[in-house]
């Protein structure tokens, strides 16, 4: 960042009824950083996830998309990347893809089971399907059990125990908000991040794979 666009920047972030104040005002005693204090915190709610929303955080929204090329220095120097979708109002951190070069993972890794992986294709095929008829994407508890139903032996034998993969699958998805309960607390929006964090492709490759499976499992009930 040019000294030209820090000026800038502390102009736009401070509060307009105060005096300016200067960096080091703003920073603790012995400071060595060079960002202002909204700059880092910026950086520091990109980095905790998992997205920063237009709607949430209106004032580091506005400054991430005015200092998005010095957001993006920042974050390269921890080799991340950023996604940004101005038009749901989303941003979020992501690996950035060094090649052949081997360089230290900074965020955690999150792998999707079975049921989680089921439950993505059908919350993002709801997702767009609502986005094209201009409605809100929802679905209930119960919708999520009967469809997780058809993937799970367990459902079979051991209701309770099936009921409770699919209360940690949703817990899992509400924790890194691609679900949002609703006040009715059984029926949950579908946050838009899906669509940005599952491309068609992925969910056409992960739709591939279930048919495959339900196939392979045709000719075992067949002799049931």
Same mark, same amino acid.
Do not use: C
């Given at each position: 960042?040019?000294k030209?666009q820090?000026?800038?920047?502390?102009? %736009?972030a #401070?509060?307009s009824?105060e005096?300016?104040?200067?960096?080091?005002?703003?920073? %603790?005693? #012995?400071?060595? #950083?060079?960002?202002?204090?909204e $700059?880092?915190?910026?950086?520091l709610?990109?980095?905790?996830?998992?997205?920063?929303?237009?709607?949430?955080?209106?004032?580091?929204?506005?400054?991430?998309?005015?200092?998005?090329?010095a957001?993006?220095?920042?974050?390269?120097?921890?080799y991340? &990347?950023?996604l940004?979708?101005e038009?749901?109002?989303?941003?979020?951190?992501?690996?950035i893809? &060094? #090649?052949?070069?081997?360089?230290? &993972?900074?965020?955690?890794? %999150? &792998?999707?089971?079975?049921?989680?992986?089921?439950?993505?294709?059908?919350l993002?095929?709801?997702?767009?399907?609502?986005?094209?008829s201009?409605?809100?994407?929802t *679905?209930? $508890?119960?919708? $999520?059990?009967?469809?997780?139903?058809?993937?799970?032996?367990?459902s079979?034998?051991?209701?309770v125990?099936f009921?409770?993969?699919?209360?940690?699958?949703?817990?899992?998805?509400?924790?890194?908000? *691609?679900? *949002?309960q609703?006040?009715?607390?059984?029926?949950?929006? *579908?946050?838009?991040?899906?669509r940005?964090?599952?491309t068609?492709s992925?969910?056409?490759?992960?739709?591939?794979s279930y048919?495959?499976?339900?196939e392979?499992a045709?000719?075992?009930?067949?002799?049931?």
């Open positions: 960042m040019t030209e820090l000026n800038e920047f502390k102009n %736009f #401070g509060d009824d005096p300016q104040e200067s960096l080091q005002d703003r920073t %603790f005693e #012995g400071d060595p #950083g060079t960002l202002p204090l $700059m880092r915190n910026l950086i709610s990109l980095l905790k996830g998992p997205y920063l929303s237009s709607k949430e955080s209106p004032k580091q929204w506005d400054l991430l998309l005015r200092y998005k090329e957001v993006l220095s920042q974050l390269a120097n921890l991340l &990347t950023l940004i979708d038009v749901d109002g989303i941003a979020f951190i992501k690996q893809d &060094t #090649g052949e070069v081997e360089v230290p &993972t900074l965020l955690t890794s %999150f &792998t999707y089971k079975l049921l989680d992986s089921v439950l993505l294709v059908e993002r095929e709801r997702l767009m399907n609502a986005e094209n201009g409605q809100r994407a *679905i209930s $508890m119960d919708e $999520m059990v009967s469809h997780l139903t058809l993937f799970d032996s367990v079979k034998d051991d209701q125990k009921l409770k993969r699919v209360a940690a699958v949703v817990e899992r998805f509400t924790k890194r908000h *691609i679900l *949002i609703l006040p009715s607390k059984e029926d949950y929006e *579908i946050s838009p991040i899906l940005v964090l599952f068609a992925d969910v056409a490759a992960l739709a591939k048919e495959e499976l339900i392979q045709a000719p075992e009930k067949a002799h049931e």
